[in-house]
């Protein structure tokens, strides 16, 4: 199973990032909070990272940081080959 982690921003700018987690090859970037099992709570510290606790977490357990840049292109490439496949 392809495991892999990056920080994305909550909103289309530049703003607060959030962890999230591909748990599958080619599925999209989905927010650690959509999976509960892998998911722990986060540390109660003011302006603290959404996320952090886990990222941790699931680096111990061998998942893969991938940089935002990274995910950003993946994420732009699913969404062109879905629109391909719905307008045929």
């Not at 998942?63 to 969404?79: G, K, P």
Request: proline fraction near 5%.
């Amino acid at each position: 199973m392809n495991r892999q982690m990056c920080w994305l921003s909550k909103s289309s700018g530049d703003g607060e990032k959030v962890l999230y987690l591909q748990v599958e090859a080619n599925k999209g970037w989905r927010p650690y909070t959509a999976y509960p099992q892998f998911a722990v709570p986060d540390y109660q510290i003011p302006g603290g990272s959404k996320g952090w606790a886990t990222y941790q977490r699931l680096l111990k357990a061998g998942w893969t940081l991938v940089s935002t840049a990274r995910a950003n292109e993946f994420s732009t490439q699913v969404e062109y080959s879905e629109s391909m496949v719905q307008n045929q």
